[in-house]
């Protein structure tokens, strides 16, 4: 999972774990009317290749 930084137009952020960007978008729409500026990724959790 991706840990997304989704910024707003008032200066604030959340931080939002999600599968892609448009469904990190999507999470704060459902809670928030603020407008969405940008989607920056914040975390992303890499698979380790054994062998």
Do not use: N, W
Not at 14 to 37: F, G, L, N, Y
């Amino acid at each position: 999972m991706t840990t997304f930084r989704v910024h707003f137009a008032d200066a604030s952020h959340r931080d939002v774990p999600a599968a892609t960007p448009a469904e990190a978008a999507k999470k704060v729409r459902e809670t928030s009317d603020v407008i969405i500026t940008k989607v920056k990724v914040l975390k992303q959790e890499r698979a380790v290749a054994h062998g």
